[in-house]
Nanobody, 120 residues
Framework: QVQLVESGGGLVQVGGSLRLSCAAS????????MGWFRQAPGKEREIVAA????????YYADSVKGRFTISRDNAKNTVYLQMNSLKPEDTAVYYC?????????????WGQGTQVTVSS
């Protein structure tokens, strides 16, 4: 088991930036591949980004490539999602996820979510 707690969401204007953080506890963090999903109102949940156990492999949804960056700090048991050049369509609840079994998608464990709202 691992517990995931997201932070860093909020309201930002179009073109702005936010950095989401996800603090993990309960198990050895380096054993988990990590990811971020999001769900916009009326839409299905979708994967945004994923990061392998070592951090050597990354995945990004086409809609965020070049704008979002996922990273991890194993010493702090934390994964980040740096979001730049935000667009209104990025508005969603963002969920941190983790998995020991696979890195794509790493969706065995979920955080409670953090709201990101991009205003135009």
């Amino acid at each position: 088991q691992v517990q995931l707690v997201e932070s860093g969401g909020g309201l930002v204007q179009v073109g702005g930036s936010l950095r989401l953080s996800c603090a993990a506890s309960g198990r050895t963090f380096s054993r988990f591949a990590m990811g971020w999903f999001r769900q916009a109102p009326g839409k299905e949940r979708e994967i945004v980004a994923a990061l392998s156990w070592s951090g050597s492999s990354t995945y990004y949804a086409d809609s965020v490539k070049g704008r979002f960056t996922i990273s991890r700090d194993n010493a702090k048991n934390t994964v980040y999602l740096q979001m730049n050049s935000l667009k209104p369509e990025d508005t969603a609840v963002y969920y941190c996820t983790a998995s020991e079994r696979r890195w794509l998608p790493p969706n065995d464990y979920w955080g409670q979510g953090t709201q990101v709202t991009v205003s135009s």
